[in-house]
């Protein structure tokens, strides 16, 4: 191949034809006297036009350094475009947070306010510890010793449900019940949902279990599941009141079962079902009248879970107010405890109403009707 030639193609003429209109025009343009041109030394030679005969190795080499800049170019585009986009992922992700921590901060740390126009509980009532709560501007319309520790007995259940309904996400995910969790329940005498050794049950059966009919089995099942042991989950639950602000609670079991750590408050306990509430789950088990577990080989037909605050009334008695869910418990030295929510008939305003420590079970149950009746309207 000549050198005057590229791919096969020759530009021989090409060249010396440009060369010769190039050495015409700087005779030309050389000076304005036409004296003959002088050449400058090499080493001062300055250019002015012409074509370089360039060889082809040359060409090569620059064409791939041109190349490799290119390249260089390319992939720092390309870095400054995924450093550019991380960085508003990055952004977006921390929006999400600070978002996501606002609504939490928002919906789940409720407080009360005590004024000049909060009532005391009736006489008839003989609950050792009461609060009302009317939700629609987070007032205590009625209070008795709101703040006095209260052993909350199956009223724990309600954090173990907010606990786990945080972390449990699969419903349909599956549980194994054992007889080391049902027989030291038996013993202890604990109200259970009536799962067997060796039934697999979903964990929605589980949530449903633990509230309904307040089934320590059930309970237990969620702590496992959730944090792997009781001990681990009560850690979870004793977190949660912390970030509730809850200041006269601590727990040390997920049933319920008594222990003097085990406590609680009215107040403190209006906070646990409001964040319960805040919850669309945890809200609508609360509310569940009743309830058919999965069929399995141990309960071919299932289980019919029933609520126990609806055992002794319809929720419909107090006439200005309707009774719509919450959570029952008893254990001797706690007596008869009930958590629950309603609203007003006549502008759908919620209420809030706990009650701990009555002497049986009537009168907690006729307590709370009234309470509703006086207050709810």
């Known amino acids: ?25 700087n005779d030309t343009n050389g000076t304005n006297t036409g004296r003959k041109k002088t050449e400058q030394p090499a080493a001062k030679k300055k250019f002015k036009g012409g074509v370089y005969r360039i060889r082809k190795s040359v060409v090569a080499l620059a064409a791939v350094i041109v190349l490799v800049a290119a390249g260089v170019t ?23 947070v600070v978002q996501r921590a606002e609504k939490e901060q928002k919906t789940l740390l409720p407080s009360y306010t005590f004024s000049d126009n909060t009532q005391s509980i009736p006489d ?8 009302i709560i009317d939700k629609q501007n987070n007032t205590v319309v009625a209070e008795r010793n709101s703040h006095e520790k209260m052993y909350p007995a199956s009223t724990t259940k309600i954090m173990t449900l907010i606990v786990a309904a945080e972390h449990l996400k699969d419903l349909d995910d599956t549980f194994t019940m054992t007889y080391e969790i049902t027989d030291p329940l038996f013993v202890a005498e604990a109200s259970v949902a009536g799962f067997l050794n060796d039934e697999v049950i979903t964990v929605r059966d589980l949530f449903y279990g633990t509230v309904l009919p307040s089934g320590a089995d059930a309970a237990m099942g969620l702590a496992i599941m959730t944090a792997g042991s009781e001990e681990a989950f009560v850690e979870l639950m004793n977190d949660k009141v912390a970030q509730l602000g809850l200041k006269g609670t601590h727990f040390t079991n997920v049933v319920g079962l008594h222990d003097v750590d085990n406590y609680s408050t009215a107040y403190d306990m209006a906070v646990i079902l409001d964040t319960a509430l805040q919850d669309d789950f945890c809200k609508q088990i609360l509310s569940t009248y009743q309830y058919t577990t999965s069929k399995t080989p141990q309960n071919p037909d299932g289980i019919l879970l029933s609520n126990t605050i609806f055992e002794y009334m319809y929720g419909t008695e107090p006439g200005t ?5 919450g959570k029952t418990g008893f254990v001797n030295e706690s007596g008869y405890c009930i958590a629950s929510y309603g609203e007003c008939n006549s502008n759908g305003n919620e209420y809030i109403v706990v009650t701990m420590g009555n002497s049986s079970k009537w009168p907690a149950f006729y307590g709370q009707i009234d309470l509703y009746k006086e207050f709810a309207k």
Do not use: C, P
């Open 1 to 25: 191949m000549s050198e005057n030639s590229w791919h096969n193609k020759s530009y021989g003429g090409y060249f010396k034809s440009l060369e010769q209109q190039l050495e015409r025009r």
């Open 74 to 96: 390319v992939i720092n585009a390309l870095a400054k475009s995924q450093d550019d986009t991380g960085s508003i992922k990055k952004q977006e992700n921390n929006v999400s």
């Open 124 to 131: 008839s009532n003989d609950a050792k510890a009461a609060i």
């Open 321 to 325: 107010a309707t009774i719509l869910g």
